[in-house]
């Protein structure tokens, strides 16, 4: 019995923060969607979270039917003119363009609406980090060296204890944990960084090295790694005003978005490991894990959620939001939409991508989990 009762706990300590944390972020994408389209004269059929049959639902008074779904793993909106959950377009003349469907908007209305799901996640994203900065502040530890680890990369490049960074390739370095998210993501990459030694500048060129690191809950990460020490003992918190903590959060957001481009370019020139891509176990797995920490980690794993989807979307793949972008801005520099037969190989293609990119993604997920 209590192994059941323990089983049920780890299960539900997992799919709760999971179903919380996604939903939050699909509920507003779609939002994005939903509120662009109504601003653009778009009449809207269903909004949905989840796919599949529904659980419960209600009707507003445009005509709109808001349901919640059975299969939590995403979520749509759709037009009077759509054929099904992914948009694709009904090509019978009259409904395509019967007053308030989409199909009948400009072009550049239509791409409005479909951009707004990942602007939507970004300004979520930046809401969230900004109210994390304005109400709890940011951990801030001088970003000084400690000791230096013998036969590291530190060590080669000459750095020494007491050295304080200042810069690393130009950008300015205001804490420990600046340096190391740089650091982090940088491995085989040469740095330009600059410390204050003995009052004056010295500028040095280290290359991390790639190290695997484990954290608190036992994920193993390959990161770069100099071998600087820290002890860490000087935190202080930052606060920051309103128009402070939007900064700091569009600084933040800027930062994901440029850390996940990084890797991604780095796994197709071959420079990173594509085992480190996950999917939706993964993001389950470490939804539980940061539960465990409090609401306002969890929150913060809203906001970095919200953020990868948000960018994933903008990939200019057929089906998701940015490959319609794509077809939209040929729309308008031919003057007329793609073949209907084009649009069609076009999601078609995208189609096959995108379930090869869940079943690889998930397929590392399972790996991870047979290999911990």
Known sequence: MDMITGFGGSVL????????????????????????????GVAVRTFSIGFGPEIVGFNDRHGTRWRLAAIPLGGYVKFIDDMSAASTPNRDAVIAHQPGSFQGKSVGRRAAIV?????????????????????????????????????????????????????IDGDPIASFSDLQRIVS?????TLTIVVERAGGPVTLTATPERRETTDR??????????GLQHTAEEVTIQTFSPPGAVAEAVKETTFIVTRTLDYLWGVI??????????????????SGQVATLGIAPLINLAAILSVSIGLLNLFPIPLLDGGHLVFYAIEAIRGRPLSERAQDYGFRVGFAIVLALMVFATWNDLMQLASG
């Not at 085992?275 to 993001?283: F, K, N, Y």
């Open 115 to 167: 951009a707004a799901g990942p602007i939507a996640n970004f300004i979520l994203a930046i809401v969230i980090f900004a109210s994390l900065f304005l109400f709890a502040g940011k951990p801030v530890s001088p970003p000084t060296v400690d000791a230096v680890q013998p036969g590291s990369a530190a060590e080669a490049a000459g750095f020494a204890e007491g050295d304080l960074i200042v810069s």
């Open 185 to 189: 993501g940088s491995a085989g990459t």
């Open 217 to 226: 809950f036992g994920n193993v990460h390959r990161v770069g790694m100099l």
């Open 269 to 286: 020139v071959g420079r990173e490991s594509a085992d480190q891509l996950g999917g939706p176990i993964r993001v389950a797995q470490v």
């Open 13 to 40: 300590g997992t799919l709760i923060p999971f179903l919380f944390v996604l939903t939050i972020v699909v509920f507003f994408h779609e939002l994005g969607h939903f509120l662009v389209a109504r601003w653009c």
